[in-house]
């Protein structure tokens, strides 16, 4: 693997190179996403860039072949600052679509210096044995007065938090936002007060030489987070060979028999299943029924919504961007701009639900945006 230098303007230099962005620094969540998405080898270069915007600008220029963000976590739900980005409210990423997705296990620990109070040869045996015996015994921390982590983070530790809030003798635990987990490990390992701490994953300490204070403390033990590959729309629509989640690696999809009873609707499903896409649409407010409208669209062509997210649009107060993530595939790609007419079809692609969904959605909505399809890779 080959580690890039963190500039978003660094695109692939060699040919048959592939750049991968992802919110570094190193050992983030995303980067683990982008080690699992893209196995290292000689030809990828994981490039760490400072923010999640930073990503979706890198891939918007082309100045890397693939992008890394957060979607959506298992404990608290979608990641608002990937939506926005989405959303593209001052069209910054017009040409940013999804192109696969990734899961990974979200194990958080608390990483900082330990308490000198405590510390000794003999206390950290006994701090040892007092946190085995009792986890809820915080009296080894009582030394923290800062936390750092990523927003996203918090509330997928809340039990753990309160636990150490109530067993602090200061008054408040300050919590600081930071850009990135790894980021948050960053600051504390720099902190001469020695009195912070970071929430991250063990990959984060070892790389920032932290000692794990505590392991494990998200709320939920399954914490899972699911990750999008982005690429510029005009770019090959498939991940490379070597992705263990390409469409050439993943198994091929069978040919079902067609009943008598399959409708050409089914039929097309069936081509498709496996897959997602995700749209955005904006719709009419003040007509009543407008959303249901556009919901119906989907039902009309027999396809399974998975998600529906919405994020204010910024055309005025509580007017939204509505995302639906359905099953099945966009066919057609080619041609002019969503939302104002439908587009020219790829080559040799019949039109399928998806194809046909859009079509009906453009006469619906105020405007659209096709954001990617993507064989799916659900952790079950
Ligand atoms: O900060 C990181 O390590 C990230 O990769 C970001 C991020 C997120 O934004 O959701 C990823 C996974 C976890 O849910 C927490 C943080």
Redesign the pocket.
């Known amino acids: 693997m080959t580690e890039g230098d963190g500039d978003p303007r660094r695109g692939p230099d060699k040919e048959g190179e592939v750049v991968v962005a ?2 570094g620094p190193r ?7 982008a080690l699992s998405l893209f196995p290292p080898s000689p030809t990828i270069v994981h490039k760490p860039v400072p923010t ?1 915007p930073s990503v979706f600008s890198a891939v918007q220029s082309g100045a890397v072949n693939y992008g ?3 979607f ?2 298992s ?2 739900g979608s ?1 608002v ?2 939506l926005d980005l989405f959303a593209d409210r001052e069209r910054r990423n017009p040409d940013v679509v999804v192109c696969g997705e990734g899961y ?1 296990r ?1 194990r ?1 620990c608390l990483v900082g210096h330990p308490n000198p109070a405590t510390t000794t040869e003999r206390t950290e045996n006994v701090n040892e044995e007092r946190k085995q015996h009792n986890p809820a015994d915080l009296s080894d921390l009582a030394h923290i007065t800062t936390l750092y ?5 918090w509330t ?1 530790c809340t039990r753990f938090l309160s636990l150490l809030s109530s067993s602090s003798t200061s008054e408040t635990i300050d919590r600081i936002d ?7 490990a960053e600051l504390v390992a720099h902190d001469p007060s020695r009195c912070s701490a970071a929430i ?2 063990a990959l ?1 300490a070892q790389t920032f030489g932290l000692p794990i204070l505590r392991q494990d403390i998200q709320d939920d033990e399954g ?1 899972e ?1 699911r ?1 999008f590959v982005l690429r510029r729309r005009d770019a090959p629509a498939s991940l490379p060979a070597s992705s263990p989640y390409s469409a050439s690696t993943s198994s091929q999809i069978p040919t079902q028999p067609q009943t008598q009873s399959q409708t050409q609707e089914e039929e097309d499903d069936d081509d498709d299943k496996d897959w997602k896409t995700l749209v955005s649409f904006t719709i009419e407010h003040h007509h009543p029924g407008s959303l249901a409208q556009c919901l119906a669209v989907f039902e009309r062509h027999a396809i399974n919504l998975t998600s529906i997210n919405t994020r204010p649009s910024g055309e005025g107060r509580w007017n939204y961007v509505f995302f639906v993530e359905c099953w099945g595939r966009r066919r057609r790609t080619r041609g002019g701009e969503e939302g104002a007419g439908l587009e020219g079809g790829g080559k040799g692609e019949e039109e399928g639900p998806v194809d046909r969904a859009l079509r009906e959605l453009d006469g619906m909505c105020r405007g659209w945006r096709w954001l990617g399809s993507w064989r799916s890779n659900a952790s079950g």
């Open positions: 992802y919110l050992a983030t969540y995303s980067h683990q996403a999640i890394i963000v957060p959506e976590n404990t608290n990641v600052f990937t990974v979200v958080h982590t990523h927003p996203q983070v997928q930071t850009s990135s987990t790894s980021r948050a991250c994953n984060a914490n987070t990750f």
